[in-house]
């Protein structure tokens, strides 16, 4: 059996194997009246291996830099070897999850920097809304900014901790 890891943004459970680890390492993206066109450039060590593309439809492809090192064929092996929520991974939720990595990652360092902290809206498993909010340091100031977060049906608001996310609700009333 493989060794995996979870992802810290997401549900994604990747094989922790070092040469398998793969991560988005740039991003650029435009919104769409039909969604998000992007391109997302993913490395694995120190190897540029290719870019994940989206041409805003809800589809995307990976796009390999050098078929001989790292082909279509190993980026499917790595897609195999992922869980999504415990089930197998399907490539569209890979795509996502890498990128959603890469983009949560930046928010909470940029977040870090202003001494704020980290909301996120999340539905399906993805990350749907980043907000930048003031670094709780009470449940008081939990409650407070989780009153001033909207939240769609279905949809839940949860906060980084710093070492993981927790959900941010409501108080209940007395």
Known sequence: MHRTINLLHSPLTIPADEDQHLRVIFYEHLELSTGVAFRAHVQRGEQHL????????????????????????DF??????????????????????????????????????????????????????????QKPRNQ??????????????GQTWELWTGFRWEPLSRPQPV
């Open 140 to 153: 008081y100031q939990r409650a407070q900014i989780a009153d001033q977060l909207v939240t769609e049906p």
């Open 50 to 73: 290719g870019v994940i593309e989206s041409c805003g439809t809800g589809e995307s492809r990976f796009h390999p830099s050098d078929m001989e090192s790292f082909g279509l064929r």
């Open 76 to 133: 499917d092996a790595f897609v195999a070897a992922c869980l999504f929520k415990g089930e197998p991974a399907t490539e569209h939720q890979v795509h996502e999850a890498l990128v959603d990595e890469f983009e949560i990652s930046l928010a909470i360092g940029a977040a870090n920097e202003q001494g704020r902290a980290v909301a996120r809206e999340v539905a399906n498993g993805f990350s749907i809304t980043l907000a930048t909010v």
